[in-house]
Every structure is written in structure tokens, then in C-alpha cells.
Nanobody, 126 residues
Framework: QVQLMESGGGLVQAGDSLKLSCTAS????????MGWFRQVPGKEREFVAG????????TYADFVKGRSTISRNHVENTLYLQIDSLKPEDTATYYC???????????????????WGQGTQVTVSS
């Protein structure tokens, strides 16, 4: 069984940066694709960024493109998401997830992701 634990969220001001982490345990995820999603109350969970198993391909949602970097460390079995120039509309709970089908091509649909973390809250004040 895979367990994912996100960290790095918090209360920040608009324009600040955050680096979220997602540490996996229970299984090595070296050959899986991984992704970040976010959700605000009353709205559907949306794709933020994804990365293939070897980091060779990354995909970003338009709303973070150009100010976000997804990366992974196989040795530490950890996924990262750096977001710069944070905006109040980035306020959400951020989740990491694991996808076998994303190992070679990042999948955007949450239905393609099997394991999920509990989420970390990011709040951006204006």
C-alpha cells in the first residue's frame, strides 16, 4: 500500500513562493507518474502539474505555467512543486497523487491517479 504525505503549505502573501513536498512510503514510486492537484470547497479537484516516471516530461495547467516547477527525487521517493508569484486565487488544498498511466505521458484526469495524499493547505493573502 502506498502512503503519500504532503507538506510545505501555509499562509503566505501574494507574490511569495512556496515549495510543496510529497513523500511516499510503502513502495518505491520510481516507475510511476506523479501529479499535483488542488481543490477549493465547492469546486472540483483540478490538475496543477504532472511528471513522468523519469522526469523527462512535465505538464502544467495554464494557471501555473511559467511560475511553477514540478520535480521529483527518486532516492528520497519525494515529489515537489515549486510555485512562485503566488496569487490569492492559488488558495486551495493541494494534493499529490500517483498514476501508473502517467509514467510515460502525463494524464490530466484525476481518474487516472490511484493513490492520493491527504492534502496540504495553501492560503495566499492579498
Amino acid at each position: 500500500q502506498v502512503q503519500l504525505m504532503e507538506s510545505g503549505g501555509g499562509l503566505v502573501q501574494a507574490g511569495d513562493s512556496l515549495k510543496l513536498s510529497c513523500t511516499a512510503s510503502g513502495r518505491t514510486l520510481s516507475y510511476y507518474g506523479m501529479g499535483w492537484f488542488r481543490q477549493v470547497p465547492g469546486k472540483e479537484r483540478e490538475f496543477v502539474a504532472g511528471i513522468t516516471w523519469n522526469g523527462g516530461s512535465t505538464t502544467y495547467a495554464d494557471f501555473v505555467k511559467g511560475r511553477s516547477t514540478i520535480s521529483r527525487n527518486h532516492v528520497e521517493n519525494t515529489l515537489y512543486l515549486q510555485i512562485d508569484s503566488l496569487k490569492p486565487e492559488d488558495t486551495a488544498t493541494y494534493y499529490c497523487a500517483v498514476s501508473w498511466s502517467s509514467r510515460v505521458e502525463v494524464q490530466l484526469s484525476q481518474s487516472e491517479y490511484t493513490y492520493w495524499g491527504q492534502g496540504t493547505q495553501v492560503t495566499v493573502s492579498s
